[in-house]
């Protein structure tokens, strides 16, 4: 079992930057696939970027290519995301998750993730 634990969200205006936390529990991330994903009100929840640990291949949707970056310290057991130029249609409630074992073209696919956190509202305004 893994326990996932996200922090960091907020309120910020257009343009400003936030960094998320997830602080793993339970066991070590090595052999995991880490995801964020992201969900607004009515709306279906939505890869936003995924890291696999053991090698730190990354991968991002395109909306957020150039402005997000996933990163993880092993030694906190934690994985990061770090959102800079926010703007407007960022605003989510942000979800980490851990997949066992998912392959590539799967990787964006809520549905491959075994494990996943409570969330972290991030609302930015105009």
Known sequence: Q????????????????????????????????????RQAPGKDREFVATIRWSSGWRYYTDSVKGRFTISRDAAKNTLYLQINILKPEDTAVYF????????????IDPRNYDYWGQGTQVTVSS
């Open 2 to 37: 893994v326990q996932l634990v996200e922090s960091g969200g907020g309120l910020v205006q257009a343009g400003g930057s936030l960094r998320l936390s997830c602080a793993a529990s339970g066991r070590t991330l090595s052999t995991y696939t880490m995801g964020w994903f």
């Open 96 to 107: 980490c998750a851990a997949a066992v074992l998912v392959p590539t073209m799967d990787i």
